[in-house]
């Protein structure tokens, strides 16, 4: 049975479903689901609780764990991948490997001025230091809790003026500038380690960079010094001349002991000479044979007379004379 009211007609203009007129309705619009909402916010949700409960410490690094419950926890996170509890607990990341500060008058950015300080004789000198340093990993939930992550402001520049000040102090101009810098830098490393282990902190290095005095007081250090080297030079000449005369003195010294030896030697010599002639008179002769011979003809005789005997002039008187040659016969 067909609706014969003309204004129920499917075809007749409808302002909502058919404005036209023409052709069937369009379908009616999507219904959203419940359940796909719920596994939407489920996995958003799912998320954030993953995302909030694992944390990733980079290598060189440490971490220190606020629970909103308990405080900071002692025991700091290591390099890795970490679960922690999800809106709970809070990780804040320090950085461990080595750090330096520099305190110059050309300070770089983040850096502050040079340390003005004065000498012993309380002379001015400017002094521009670097520190080298860590923090100490098993202890950066201490130091998160008892300086935080301002410590190098709050803590580490102040300590490293006030003991290079100090330092400077204990000793002159002239003998920061000269021969006693590394003293300096041993006495502000030994007090800089005692101020960086109360505050969990690991002094690797202290650099002095520069130390400059007044222009007119380096100049009249300067012309001291070198007056004292040129007094040390003159000193060692001196030294040197006294040395080469005490040589001579010990050479001559020594020649005459030489000398007097030698005498000493040839008159024991003649001594003991004249003691075995006399008491061997047959040397005598022997010692006049060894003269003589062998250019004069001599014999000696073993008789008691002691007395020399020459064959020459025996020769001459033992020979016969020669008969005359008659004349004329």
Same mark, same amino acid.
Not at 50 to 72: D, H, K, L, N, R
Not at 86 to 105: G, W
């Given at each position: 049975?067909?609706?014969?009211?003309?204004?129920?007609?499917?075809?007749?203009?409808?302002?909502?479903?058919?404005?036209?007129?023409?052709?069937?309705?369009?379908?009616?619009?999507?219904?959203?689901?419940?359940?796909?909402?719920?596994?939407?916010?489920?996995?958003?949700? @799912?998320?954030?609780? *993953?995302?909030?409960?694992?944390?990733?410490?980079? &290598?060189?690094? %440490?971490?220190?764990?606020?629970?909103s419950f308990t405080g900071?926890?002692?025991?700091?996170?290591?390099?890795?991948?970490?679960? *922690?509890?999800?809106f709970v607990d809070h %990780?804040?990341?320090?950085?461990?490997?080595?750090?330096?500060?520099?305190?110059?008058?050309?300070?770089?950015?983040?850096?502050?001025?040079?340390?003005?300080?004065?000498?012993?004789?309380?002379?001015?000198?400017?002094?521009? %230091?670097? *520190?080298?340093?860590?923090?100490?990993?098993?202890? @950066?939930?201490?130091?998160?809790?008892?300086?935080?992550?301002?410590?190098?402001?709050? $803590?580490?520049?102040?300590?490293?003026?006030?003991?290079?000040?100090?330092?400077?102090?204990?000793?002159? &101009? $002239?003998?920061?500038?000269?021969?006693?810098?590394?003293?300096?830098?041993?006495?502000?490393t030994t007090e800089l380690?005692?101020?960086?282990?109360?505050?969990?902190?690991?002094?690797?290095?202290?650099?002095?960079?520069?130390?400059?005095?007044?222009?007119?007081?380096?100049?009249?250090?300067?012309?001291?010094?070198? @007056?004292?080297?040129?007094?040390?030079?003159?000193?060692?000449?001196?030294?040197?001349?006294?040395?080469?005369?005490?040589?001579?003195? *010990?050479?001559?010294?020594?020649?005459?002991? $030489?000398?007097?030896?030698?005498?000493?030697?040839?008159?024991?010599?003649?001594?003991?000479?004249?003691?075995?002639?006399?008491?061997?008179?047959?040397?005598?002769?022997?010692?006049? @044979?060894?003269?003589?011979?062998?250019?004069?003809?001599?014999?000696?005789?073993?008789?008691?007379?002691?007395?020399?005997?020459?064959?020459?002039?025996?020769?001459?008187?033992?020979?016969?004379?020669?008969?005359?040659?008659?004349?004329?016969?």
């Amino acid at each position: 049975m067909t609706n014969s009211d003309p204004g129920s007609s499917p075809f007749r203009a409808n302002p909502v479903n058919n404005p036209t007129g023409n052709g069937p309705p369009p379908p009616p619009p999507a219904r959203f689901s419940p359940r796909l909402g719920w596994t939407i916010g489920g996995v958003v949700v @799912a998320g954030l609780i *993953v995302a909030q409960s694992v944390t990733v410490i980079p &290598a060189g690094y %440490v971490g220190v764990v606020f629970s909103s419950f308990t405080g900071v926890k002692p025991n700091p996170l290591q390099e890795g991948l970490h679960f *922690v509890m999800p809106f709970v607990d809070h %990780v804040t990341t320090y950085d461990a490997r080595l750090q330096e500060v520099t305190l110059s008058q050309t300070a770089a950015q983040g850096d502050e001025g040079s340390i003005s300080a004065r000498s012993k004789e309380g002379l001015d000198i400017t002094a521009e %230091v670097t *520190v080298q340093f860590r923090i100490d990993r098993a202890k @950066a939930a201490i130091l998160h809790k008892e300086l935080g992550r301002n410590y190098i402001n709050t $803590a580490l520049r102040p300590q490293v003026r006030a003991k290079v000040r100090d330092a400077i102090g204990q000793f002159g &101009a $002239a003998d920061l500038i000269s021969n006693q810098r590394a003293q300096l830098e041993g006495t502000i490393t030994t007090e800089l380690n005692k101020s960086f282990s109360r505050n969990n902190l690991i002094l690797d290095a202290i650099l002095l960079r520069e130390l400059k005095i007044p222009e007119s007081v380096a100049k009249a250090i300067e012309e001291k010094q070198t @007056a004292e080297q040129q007094v040390a030079v003159e000193r060692n000449r001196l030294q040197q001349a006294e040395i080469s005369a005490q040589r001579d003195v *010990v050479k001559a010294e020594g020649e005459a002991k $030489a000398a007097i030896a030698t005498a000493r030697g040839q008159a024991e010599a003649l001594s003991l000479r004249g003691k075995s002639l006399k008491e061997n008179p047959q040397l005598i002769q022997l010692t006049v @044979a060894e003269r003589l011979a062998p250019g004069i003809q001599t014999i000696m005789l073993p008789s008691d007379g002691n007395f020399l005997l020459d064959l020459k002039s025996l020769g001459v008187q033992t020979q016969p004379k020669a008969a005359p040659t008659p004349s004329g016969n």
